[in-house]
Every structure is written in C-alpha cells, then in structure tokens.
C-alpha cells in the first residue's frame, strides 16, 4: 500500500510539473506574430531572424487591406493576437482613426536611419508616429505580345472587346476604382459619389470580358489564362523572368503609387520582440534578400547599393520621372472609403449590359 501511495504521489507531483512548466512557457514563449501580406518577406528571413534572435515568428498572410483591415476590427484590440500588420499608406490614418494601432518608439528602431527621407514625414502619417516603411511600387498594365501585337500604352486600352475572356483587372477596391477615375480625368482620391459612379459605369463595360478580379497575377499570366491586365511591377518582374513574352507597360496617363508599412498593434502580445523585428527588417541586407525575392522596390537605400546593376536599372523597378508622371499616391478617403465598397459591390452584382 505505501509502495501505491508513494507512486502515485511521485505521478501527481509529475503532473502538476508538467502542468506548471505548460503554464510558464506559454506565459514567457519567445515569438513575435505578424500578419502580412502573402508572398512578402522570404522564409529564409524568418529563419535567419530566428537564428539570430532566439525570437520564434509566428506568419500568417492576407490578400488584401480590405480583409486584413475588416478582420482587425472584427477581433478588436488584444483579440487579435497579432504584433505586426503590413499596410498600405492610406490604411494606416484608418487603423489610426480605429484605434487598432499604437505610436512607435521610434528610438527602438534604429535602422530607420536607413531609410529614405522623401519616404518619411508623409502626409499620411507625419513624424512617423505610427509607420515605417518596408517597400514600394505602383501598378501598370502586363500584356503578352504573343497574343497581343498593338500598342498598348493607357490604360483606355484596357477597353477592346478583342480580350473578352482574357482581361484581368486587380480586385483591389482602391486600384480598379483609381484607374477607371483616372481614365475620365478624375481624382482616384475622389469623395464624390458622382465620380465613382462614373467610374462604376466604364468599369461595368469591361466587367463581362473580365476572366478574373484578382491582385495574384502570377498564376493567370504564366498559365496564359489571360493576355491582358493590371499588376504592380513587382509581381510583374516576376512573370517577366519566366516568360520574356510578356511585357510592363508605364501608362501616359499616370499610375497609383503605393507604400507598404509596419505598423505596430495596440494590444500587441510581444511588442518587445516586435521591435526587434521591425528593425531587423530596415537592416539592408536583410531588406536586399526580399527586393531580390519578390522584385519591388524599397525606401531603404543602403538596400539599393546592394542590389545588382540590371535590377536597379531596369525601369520596371525603378521607374523614371516621366514613367510616373500624372501619377497619384493613394490617400486615405475618410468615410467616402464606404462610397467605394458600395460601388465595388454594385460592380460585382451588375448585369451584363
């Protein structure tokens, strides 16, 4: 019997170690979250981060501002669970406005000092309270010469029934209303009603030659599912290395330039290791690794200096003042952004004329 009990004493004092030792791994387990976009930042990033810092990362991924945006107020601060988002610059005075964010220490962040100062103190957030740059691009028009030999060179050339079937056009809301108002000499930062459904309307002409709405062109373009659409330049260097058919194109009426950020949650569970994150991220090497692994650009000029001759001088990633002229950088619209996702709405519920 006392050979029983001790056995069991020894059984129940195992378990409770194992239950204490659970609880205080949980309680100091060494990682940072980040929510970001998919294809961003290379696992061999992560890895090394690891590596090199103890600090475990914990990675999941969305395909646009919209559903990174809509789940961030859906789970509310703390319930979120998430360190680090990645958004684009006129979604962070919304996640400000939400109050989903937090002011950086900017003293934290060393490497910031690489950065490029026309990238910093933006209207969008001055003083970069809440904001640091990771990387950059716009949008321009992808088209495969094997199948199409006109010149195409605005974006009105979106609009010939010739590509019924093989058009693609971004599903990104901001994007695809931003160009069909640039097409009509409006702003694609516009809060008037009257320009967006001037914008619903050339768009609604398109939509039944539209094979796809989508931002992930890689797969449609090297499948040769379609011959024609938008893309950011990135994605589009990408295709262009497998298959040199395909070409970028620089629209004379001007694109939408976009900047993407690390921003910091309120309620973040690690923000200690997020810090240590972000600034590992602005190191140049490291910032070298993911231009080179997706193909857009970066603010980070120590990063530039790495990078090879033919990259930096390829004008599909470091496009020339008259490739960007008219261009517009996209701003925050306030509450007009409900006026968009109405209008998004209406275009996918529309008729076919």
């Known amino acids: ?76 601060n703390g319930g ?40 910093l103190d933006q209207d969008y957030d001055k003083g970069n309270r809440y904001s640091v740059p990771y990387m950059w691009g716009a949008l321009g028009i992808l088209v495969n010469t094997d199948y199409i030999d006109e010149e195409i060179s605005s974006w009105a050339d979106l609009d010939n029934p010739k590509y019924a079937g093989k058009l693609l056009l971004s599903d990104d809301v901001r994007d695809l209303f931003g160009v ?21 309307i050339w768009l609604a002409k398109l939509k039944p030659r539209t094979r796809v709405f989508t931002t992930q062109v890689k797969q449609p373009f090297s499948g040769d599912e379609v011959h024609i659409g938008m893309a950011w ?55 070298a690794k993911c231009v080179q692994e997706y193909m857009y650009s970066t603010p980070n000029t120590e990063a530039l200096a790495l990078l090879p001759e033919e990259l930096t001088g390829n004008r599909v990633f470091m496009p020339t003042e008259a490739d960007l002229a008219g261009s517009d950088a996209v701003l925050d619209v306030g509450a007009a952004m409900r006026l968009y996702s109405d209008y998004w709405e209406k275009l996918l519920h529309s008729s076919t004329p």
Request: proline share 4%.
């Open 80 to 119: 979120h669970g998430y360190d680090i988002v990645v958004p684009s610059t006129y979604y962070i005075s919304m996640l400000r406005e939400k109050d989903l964010i937090q002011e950086l220490q900017l003293s934290t962040i060393s490497n910031i000092k690489y950065i490029d100062k026309r990238f």
């Open 233 to 287: 330049n990135g994605d589009a260097l990408v295709i262009m290395e497998e298959k040199p058919e395909i070409k970028f194109v620089w629209p004379k009426e001007g694109t939408l330039i976009w900047v993407d950020n690390f921003v910091l949650l309120k309620g973040a569970p690690n923000p200690d290791n997020a810090y240590t994150f972000i600034n590992y991220m602005l190191r140049p090497d490291v910032a």
């Open 180 to 200: 069909a108002l640039k097409i009509q000499g409006l702003s694609p930062n516009t809060m008037e009603e009257e320009d967006l459904r001037q914008a619903q």
């Open 1 to 76: 019997m006392k050979k029983l009990l001790c056995l069991l004493l020894v059984v129940a004092l195992c378990s409770v170690g194992v239950y204490l030792h659970g609880r205080i791994a949980k309680l100091f387990k060494n990682e940072v979250v980040v929510y970001n976009w998919s294809d961003y930042i290379p696992q061999e990033v992560l890895n090394d981060f690891t590596k090199e810092t103890g600090i475990n990362v914990i990675y999941s991924t969305y395909e646009s501002n919209e559903s990174m945006f809509s789940k961030l107020q859906l789970l509310g």
